[in-house]
Each structure stands twice: as C-alpha cells, then as structure tokens.
C-alpha cells in the first residue's frame, strides 16, 4: 500500500506522487571590486540575457534589476536544481556574455559569493517593487547599508570579514 506524497514505483523511476513546491528567492550579487560596470547601454540586454539563462535552466525569473556596481535577481525556484548551481551559471554565462560582447574596458567578472533571500507568495508585489525601485531607493541607501540590512532583516549569520567587498 502507497500513501499519498510518496514514492509510487509505476510513476516512473525517480517521480514522487503529490510532490509540489514554487519557492521565491532573491539573490544578490555584486561586480567584482563593486565596480560600476554595468552601464545604461547594455543593461537591458544583459537583464534578458539573464533571463534566458535562467529560463534555459526550467527556472522562473520574476523580475531582475540592480545598480551599475551589483544586481537583484528574483527567481521562482523549483527544488530540483539547487541555488547555488544556478547562481553559478548566471554569473558564468553573464560574464562571458560581456567579455565576449565586449561591453565593457577590459575583463568584466563578478564578485565572489552571493545572498539568497526567501519569500512568500504573500510578499511578492512587494519585492518586485523594491526591485523596481532600485534607482530610487539607492538614492537614499547604500548599498552596503542594504545588503547588511537584509542579512540582519533574514537572521543570517556573518562575519564581516567574508561579506562583499564595500567600497566607500
């Protein structure tokens, strides 16, 4: 006998019945020495370029935005690829997109590491606005007053040494 949500052998090698999950995540992550690389010119472009990285990888993106030093990516996850994979393949395959395009003086590459912050359907209109926003809301903040705001904000352990590198 086979209860609901777990594994049925005539569902297929490897399938679960009933097994449905969406989470939503926003990740960010900087331009390596939080240079101020990604300009007005070619930011579009680099946001779909993204997109199709992301989609390409049976992920969601739901909205993308940033600054010319770091970006905010949010993404409706599916649980079969973990995180920190896609995270590689977003900031591999955008580098080289850049390089290979040119966009930039020399050799573009992002900053090690990145944050990852969860959310609840609830709370969707809300981020993507924030992510909209972007402009105006660093107008006022900074970067580094943002993202260690949100590692306080999600209880995320750290030590100041391994954040990203702030330049003042």
Avoid: C
Avoid at 15 to 42: D, G, H, K, M
Avoid at 147 to 157: E, T
């Amino acid at each position: 006998m086979h209860r609901r949500g777990f594994f049925h052998p005539r569902s297929g090698a490897g399938q679960w019945l009933n097994t449905f999950s969406q989470v939503y995540i926003q990740t960010v992550f900087a331009v390596e020495n939080r240079q101020s690389l990604i300009t007005p010119t070619f930011k579009e472009d680099l946001y779909k370029y993204i997109t199709g990285i992301v989609k390409n990888q049976g992920q969601k993106l739901i909205a993308i935005n940033g600054m010319p030093d770091h970006v905010h990516i949010l993404i409706g996850l599916k649980l079969a690829m973990a995180l920190a994979d896609l995270v590689r393949e977003i900031k591999a395959d955008s580098t080289n997109f850049i390089n290979e395009q040119k966009l930039v003086r020399g050799r573009f590459n992002w900053q090690e590491g990145y944050g990852a912050f969860s959310y609840g359907h609830s709370q969707l209109d809300r981020i993507i606005r924030y992510l909209q926003n972007q402009e105006s809301h660093h107008a006022r903040r900074s970067f580094k007053d943002e993202y260690m705001s949100l590692l306080r904000k999600f209880d995320i352990a750290f030590d100041d040494r391994y954040v990203f590198d702030f330049i003042e």
